[in-house]
Structure formats: C-alpha cells, structure tokens
C-alpha cells in the first residue's frame, strides 16, 4: 500500500526551528508533486509549500514565505519542510501529501485536484 510517514514535529519555543521529513515507500515520489499542508483545531486545513515533480518549482503560502523551505531528496523519497523563526501560529498538525496539479493552486486551496496519498501527520506546536 502507499505510504507516507511524516517525523519530526516537536514543541519549539517562538523562533525556532524544525524540520519536518516525509517518507514514501510503495511508490516513487518523484513522479508526484508533494506538499506540506497544515490544520490547527477548530481551524481549516491549510496549504503550507508544495514543489513541483522533479522539484524545479515551489510555492508558498504566504504566511511562511521567507520562514519556510520545502525541498525534496529523491534517492532517499524523502521531501522535507525547513521551519524557520517559528511563530505560535504556526502551531497545527502537519500532513504531507502526493498528487497531481499545480502546485500554487494545492496551495491556494489546500488539496491537489488529484490526492494518491496522504500522511499521517505530525504535531507542531509553539509556544513559550
């Protein structure tokens, strides 16, 4: 079955930093675009990055422009969120996913127009 597994999350003071990891096995993800999205309680779930398949393209939501990184390292199927300068409202569970489409718009609408897989998720949660 596809698999992705996300690691990494943690409790950070504001202004650190974590980096996340999403692992895939029973596929190969370079044949996907990968995203980062995020949902905090009682909140909508939200597009945080997305790169594109071979990783030439990235999007952002704004809020973590500047502050976040994804990138992806395709001889270990692994795509990674640098998080840096972290703010309390970053606090969410992280999911990562694999799909089809543009990467601006699974942004923009938190979703691929087409899923193959989701992860389970990882807890983020800043605060001093």
């Known amino acids: 079955a596809v698999h992705l597994a996300e690691s990494g999350g943690g409790s950070v003071q504001p202004g650190g930093s974590l980096r996340l990891a999403c692992k895939a096995s029973?596929?190969?993800?370079?044949?996907?675009?990968m995203s980062w999205f995020r949902q905090a309680p009682g909140m909508e779930r939200e597009g945080v990055a997305a790169?594109?398949?071979?990783?030439?393209?990235?999007n952002y939501h704004d809020s973590v422009k500047g502050r976040f990184t994804i990138s992806q390292d395709n001889a270990k199927n692994t795509v990674y969120l640098q998080m840096n300068s972290l703010k309390p409202e970053d606090t969410a569970m992280y999911y990562c996913?694999?799909?089809?489409?543009?990467?601006?718009?699974?942004?923009?609408?938190?979703?691929?127009?087409?899923?193959?897989?989701w992860g389970q998720g990882t807890l983020v949660t800043v605060s001093s």
């Open positions: 029973e596929f190969t993800f370079s044949g996907y675009a």
């Open positions: 996913a694999a799909g089809v489409g543009d990467c601006a718009v699974a942004v923009d609408t938190a979703a691929f127009p087409i899923t193959r897989a």
């Open positions: 790169i594109s398949t071979g990783g030439s393209l990235t």
